[in-house]
């Protein structure tokens, strides 16, 4: 009876063993991958690298970045939806998610509910330039100009649907004012179009521009975020200028696909956050136009389904044709 006893006790305890969820055991211990959706060597590429590296030292395993390009970032957004919750495949999403969940007619995904939130990383603003010879000596000087001459002013950005085309979308509608869009394909084409004389402004991620700010070929007149940029505190912000209310902040954080559990969630949290708090992590950030933040999981989602709300009507608004 004592044998039988202790053979049924052992049969138990092997099927309470066998039903341990496989995340709890020591996690990580393979390679995590981060997937993100823009060029390599670009803002995301480096975000995710910095970060990765760093988030490496705490949990032990490598992060290895992959890009996978085109379509406004969801060729990458798909792959991680797609993916296995067990917190081997991330996302590094940029503001681009929110507004390719606008843009776009038909995702393989939706753009919070497939995915678990970790945590933001970095927030950046967007900056209006202008040449440095333009006759415009603030963003208010331009914007009455382009309501006397519904024609006489335009802007270029990085594309049609990119973030920095909404930010312009947005500042019209709220600023009243008539500004022609000119789509170029990407920041450095958009860049060459001002300095060549093709539009007299753009809207621009400060890395893509403050090289030719610091040459003295091109000049700032504004800052797209709520308060001004630390890095060029003299710069105003577009509110401060006249456009009440206007903000327009992009950012890059981390996801997972939806059903990751919360435990693994948490790992990479607290490593993430632990990189952000390193100096040559946010000085990195910072030389990149960027602010370190991390956040709660929930404050993530609450943030993304804003942006999205947000966009979607702009989108609508503008009649911008969807993709």
Same mark, same amino acid.
Request: glycine share 10%; proline share 6%; net charge positive.
């Given at each position: 009876?004592?044998?039988?006893?202790?053979?049924?006790?052992?049969?138990?305890?092997?099927?309470?063993?066998?039903?341990?969820?496989?995340?709890?055991?020591?996690?990580?211990?393979?390679?995590?991958?981060?997937?993100? %959706?823009?060029?390599?060597? %670009?803002?995301?590429?480096?975000?995710?690298?910095?970060?990765?590296?760093?988030?490496?030292?705490?949990?032990?395993?490598?992060?290895?970045?992959?890009?996978?390009?085109?379509?406004?970032?969801?060729?990458?957004?798909?792959?991680?939806?797609?993916?296995?919750?067990?917190?081997?495949?991330?996302?590094?999403?940029?503001?681009?998610?929110?507004?390719?969940?606008?843009?776009?007619?038909?995702?393989?995904?939706?753009?919070?509910?497939?995915?678990?939130?970790?945590?933001?990383?970095?927030?950046?603003?967007?900056?209006?330039?202008?040449?440095?010879?333009?006759?415009?000596?603030?963003?208010?000087?331009?914007?009455?100009?382009?309501?006397?001459?519904?024609?006489?002013?335009?802007?270029?950005?990085?594309?049609?649907?990119?973030?920095?085309?909404?930010?312009?979308?947005?500042?019209?509608?709220?600023?009243?004012? !008539?500004?022609?869009?000119?789509?170029?394909?990407?920041?450095?084409?958009?860049?060459?179009?001002?300095?060549?004389?093709?539009?007299?402004?753009?809207?621009?991620?400060?890395?893509?521009?403050?090289?030719?700010?610091?040459? %003295?070929?091109?000049?700032?007149?504004?800052?797209?975020?709520?308060?001004?940029?630390?890095?060029?505190?003299?710069?105003?912000?577009?509110?401060?200028?006249?456009?009440?209310?206007?903000?327009?902040?992009?950012?890059?954080?981390?996801?997972?696909?939806?059903?990751?559990?919360?435990?693994?969630?948490?790992?990479?949290?607290?490593?993430?956050?632990?990189?952000?708090?390193?100096?040559?992590?946010?000085?990195?950030?910072?030389?990149?136009? %960027?602010?370190?933040?991390?956040?709660?999981? !929930?404050?993530?989602?609450?943030?993304?389904?804003?942006?999205?709300?947000?966009?979607?009507?702009?989108?609508?608004?503008?009649?911008?044709?969807?993709?």
């Amino acid at each position: 009876m004592r044998r039988r006893a202790f053979l049924a006790a052992g049969l138990g305890l092997a099927c309470t063993v066998s039903t341990v969820p496989a995340w709890s055991q020591a996690y990580p211990d393979r390679p995590i991958r981060i997937y993100q %959706g823009f060029a390599a060597g %670009g803002n995301a590429d480096t975000i995710a690298r910095v970060v990765g590296a760093e988030m490496t030292r705490t949990l032990g395993q490598p992060f290895v970045i992959e890009a996978q390009t085109g379509a406004g970032g969801t060729i990458a957004a798909t792959t991680v939806a797609r993916a296995r919750p067990d917190g081997y495949t991330l996302l590094l999403a940029t503001g681009g998610h929110a507004v390719a969940g606008a843009l776009y007619n038909k995702l393989a995904y939706q753009t919070v509910s497939d995915f678990q939130m970790i945590s933001t990383v970095t927030y950046f603003p967007f900056l209006i330039v202008v040449r440095a010879d333009s006759p415009y000596q603030s963003l208010s000087q331009l914007l009455g100009a382009a309501r006397a001459d519904a024609k006489g002013v335009s802007y270029g950005s990085a594309g049609v649907g990119s973030t920095h085309h909404l930010a312009g979308e947005l500042l019209v509608r709220s600023a009243k004012a !008539e500004i022609l869009h000119v789509p170029y394909r990407g920041d450095a084409a958009s860049v060459t179009a001002l300095l060549g004389g093709e539009v007299p402004m753009i809207i621009a991620p400060p890395t893509a521009v403050m090289t030719n700010i610091k040459a %003295g070929k091109l000049r700032a007149l504004a800052t797209t975020g709520a308060q001004r940029w630390s890095a060029m505190p003299e710069l105003p912000t577009v509110a401060e200028q006249g456009v009440a209310g206007y903000e327009v902040t992009s950012w890059a954080g981390l996801m997972a696909p939806a059903g990751t559990p919360r435990p693994i969630v948490e790992q990479l949290r607290g490593a993430a956050l632990k990189a952000l708090q390193v100096p040559d992590v946010r000085a990195r950030l910072e030389d990149m136009g %960027g602010e370190a933040r991390g956040s709660t999981p !929930e404050q993530m989602t609450a943030m993304v389904s804003t942006e999205l709300q947000k966009w979607t009507t702009i989108v609508n608004d503008a009649h911008i044709p969807k993709q």
